[in-house]
């Protein structure tokens, strides 16, 4: 068994270090330089994808078989125009207007719009989509507008005029 | 197999397309075959989407999926014998691309490495993107994919441009929407599938297209320069996924591309005609290609007029991009005047905000801000753009000198005309701002980055390679 003498390089490290040395050796020259470093640079990990104001947007790949979707195309018919409220006394205050897009998104072709409470009873409209927490102040908006409650499809309360 | 049918048939139709503009004929190289290639699918996937709308607006009730389907696969078929009749006759020789320098190990191996790993973490986190929000991020919500949901149903499909859904921009073009619902409604289902790939082909192909584009023009070294800096910008796009922004930004930059490979074989007049095509389909792809038109134009005319081309060789050249440009932009009018309401921009502009000095000073704080921090990097995209061109020089080959010019007049006339819309915006300047911006020059960066590469110095100093073709 033969050891390198200290000071002297190996067979293999003979053999690489040239190698090495002709593979840098470009970097001796600015344009190179700054292109190897541009492409160091895309290497290094970048920041991660944003996520921001969409958090309340559902994760699951298929939006249109979730039931509460497929209750209110039930209740709804496909060339209903429906009037969106989010408050108990039928009007839509939109902090963010992500329910209302997601809600569109889900009715088509179905239109939502947005009518003030006192314009209901001319009766351009026969269906309302409102997203209340609490039943009973559904049930007291129908009553107050002539309406019935035709149901509850998950978040999505739907009122109807009737017949 | 209908999913695979619904891209494959749209990718049929633009090479047919390209095919009759010469784009693989006898003479042409083995790059410029995969730059045909590459434009293709775009190119055929807005043909396909003009033809859809045009379909879903007359004949649906009377003819059915069938018809849109026989009607496709008519246009993909005499597309293909025009392409077998111009390979017949065509004799021509293309130019060769610039003589290639044989790039370093080094510069070859990193370059190639950064491509790759930029293009695996962009499908990671495109996959990530749309596992977590399979209907795309807000606008796509909100505007393309529910344009889309509308157009799919034979019976209401117009209440997609009615004004009681402002917020949903009902004025907007089509070319996403209506390519999106042609494919749902050929698979009987509104599957998160075809947006969803849609939006990564559109990203992937946009750093194809700079890559391949700025190997033909400038050799390998500058594509991967190329593409890697497209990558930032695809990158930086999933914040904004399944969007029209990245479509357009392929749009432009395409034409862009073809008018170069004009430049570059000036004897022939196919890439004039893909160029107008794809010019065309921005116009057809958001209103922001109406400024892109314009500025290409004005851009065009100037350099004309500076290199004294003559009124016969200006005509020529007119008439080649006007037959590309017609079939979409013609479509894109007939939907601006028969369907779309007016656009909320226009109804209520704000004229005394050109003239308004502290909100042009805002606007333009704000867009230096937003290219000063845009980009995936560790450093923002145009710093390190800047510091390449600084470091390399500028050395635009005298055959691309005055497509370079009009290219680099182009880009920030384009960017004026953005200023120019939020000075005049009604809507409040800050939000506008805020929520645009980024998108904006996501539009006009990937080719940026091409002007850049095609302008900067050599990077190596090697002798060129015995044969630089592909």
Known sequence: MTATPSGETGPATRDRLPFLRRLLSPLAQRRTLATSLLFVLALVPPAVVREGDDETLPSAPHLTTRPEVTCLHQLLPLDATVAFFTEADGTARLESPSPLYYTQSQLTPRLLVIRPPERWPSGDIDWFVGTLSDPGSAQALANRYGLRVRGQCGPWTVLGRVP | MTLLAGFLLPTWLGLAVVGACGGFGRGVSASGRVLGAIVALPLGLGLTSAVAFL????????????????????????????????????????????????????????GSLALAVGGWRLVRVWLVAT??????????LAIWNLKARFLFWPEGWDRAFSPEIAWSHPDYPLLLPAFLARTWIWLGDRSWIVPAATSLAFLLLVVALATVSAYRLRGWVPALVAGVLVWGVAYTSLGFNQYADMPLALYFLATNVLLLESAHNPGSRGPLVLAGLAAGAMVWTKNEGWAMLTALLASEGVVAWRDRLTASEVRARALAFGVGLLPLAATTVLFKLTFAPANDLVDRVAWGGLVDPGRLATILGRVAGALASYGPFRLPLAVVLLALVLV?????????????????????????????????????????????????LSQLLPSAVLLATLAMGPIENRPAAPDSRL
């Open chain 2, 131 to 140: 596992y977590r929000h399979p209907g795309g991020d807000w606008d796509a």
């Open chain 2, 392 to 440: 390399l020089g500028v050395a635009v080959p005298p055959a691309l000198r005055s497509a370079a010019t009009s290219l680099a007049v182009r880009l920030p006339l384009v960017l004026a005309a953005y200023c120019a819309a939020f000075a005049v915006t009604p809507n409040p300047l800050e939000w506008h701002l805020a929520t645009t911006l980024e998108r904006l």
């Open chain 2, 55 to 110: 379909w879903i607006a007359t004949w649906r009730p009377c003819v059915g999926t069938a018809g849109e389907v026989g009607l496709e696969l008519l246009l993909a078929v005499l597309g293909s014998a025009a392409w077998w009749l111009r390979q017949r006759s065509d004799a021509g020789q293309e130019r060769q691309p610039a003589s290639a320098p044989r790039p370093g190990l080094l510069l070859a191996g990193l």
